[in-house]
C-alpha cells in the first residue's frame, strides 16, 4: 500500500465551479500536510500547509485534514482558468534528522473558460 | 530574491554516460533536497543536506548516484553510468533550518533527464 494515494485525475471543470482535491494516507505519524501547485514545465509551489486536523482557509483555497480518517481535502472556489495546473498532496513526518516530504501522485486539473 | 535554481534544464545522454545535475538553493538556505519523479510515479525523495553534510540519503537508488554539496551552498547530483531508468525530472528544494516546526521547502524547476 502507497504511504499516500491520489487520483491523478484528470479532472476538467468550467470557469466559477467548486473544485475538490482529495488524498488518502496510511501512515499515522504524519502531521504536517501541504498541497503544492505546479504549473508544466516548473517546480512545485506550496500553495497550503496545515498541520494536524482542521480547516484552513486563503482566500479561494480551503485546506482540510481529518486525520481520524487519514484523508486530506483542498477545495478551490470560483475556479479560474489560471488555476490549471497539477496539484499535489504532501506530507511529513516530524523526524529528528530529516524532514523529507512525501507525495501524492497528483491530479491534472483543467479549469475552461 | 533568486529562488533555487537549477542546471541544466534538459539533458539527453545515452545508457552508461555521466550526468552531473546541479542545483543552487535560495541564499542562506541550509536545508537542501534532491527529488525526483519518474514518468507516472509520485516524486520522490532522495536525499537531504544540511549545509555541507549529509543528513538523510534514504532515497538514493543506488550507487550510481553521488551527491555532493561541498561549502554548503550549490549541489551536483552525479549520476554514473545512467541507465535507462534513471530518466525523469529531478527536483532540488532548499528551506531554512526549522524555526517551531513550520518549514517550507521551494523547488526549482527541475532538470529532465533523458536516458537513451
Known amino acids: 500500500q502507497k504511504e499516500v494515494e491520489q487520483d491523478p485525475g484528470p479532472l476538467s471543470v468550467p470557469e466559477g465551479a467548486i473544485v475538490s482535491l482529495n488524498c488518502t494516507y496510511s501512515n499515522s505519524a504524519f502531521q504536517y500536510f501541504m498541497w503544492y501547485r505546479q504549473y508544466s514545465r516548473k517546480g512545485p509551489e506550496l500553495l497550503m500547509y496545515t498541520y494536524s486536523s482542521g480547516n484552513k482557509e486563503d482566500g479561494r483555497f480551503t485546506a482540510q485534514v481529518d486525520k481520524s480518517s487519514k484523508y486530506i481535502s483542498l477545495f478551490i472556489r470560483d475556479s479560474q482558468p489560471s488555476d490549471s495546473a497539477t496539484y499535489l498532496c504532501a506530507m511529513r513526518v516530524p523526524g529528528i534528522r530529516s524532514e523529507k516530504l512525501v507525495f501524492g501522485k497528483g491530479t491534472k486539473l483543467t479549469v475552461n473558460p | 530574491e533568486a529562488g533555487v535554481t537549477q542546471f541544466p534544464s534538459h539533458s539527453v545522454i545515452e545508457k552508461g554516460q555521466t550526468v552531473t545535475l546541479r542545483c543552487d538553493p535560495i541564499s542562506g538556505h541550509d536545508n537542501l533536497y534532491w527529488y525526483r519523479r519518474v514518468m507516472g510515479k509520485e516524486i520522490k525523495f532522495l536525499l537531504h543536506?544540511?549545509?555541507?553534510?549529509?543528513?538523510?540519503e534514504s532515497g538514493m537508488p543506488n550507487n550510481r548516484f553521488l551527491a555532493e554539496r561541498t561549502g554548503g551552498t550549490y549541489s551536483t547530483l552525479k549520476v554514473q553510468p545512467a541507465e535507462l531508468e534513471d530518466s525523469g525530472v529531478y527536483f532540488c528544494a532548499s528551506s531554512q533550518v526549522r524555526r517551531g516546526g513550520q518549514e517550507t521547502q521551494y523547488f526549482g524547476p527541475g532538470t529532465r533527464l533523458l536516458v537513451l
Open positions: 543536506f544540511v549545509k555541507e553534510s549529509k543528513q538523510d
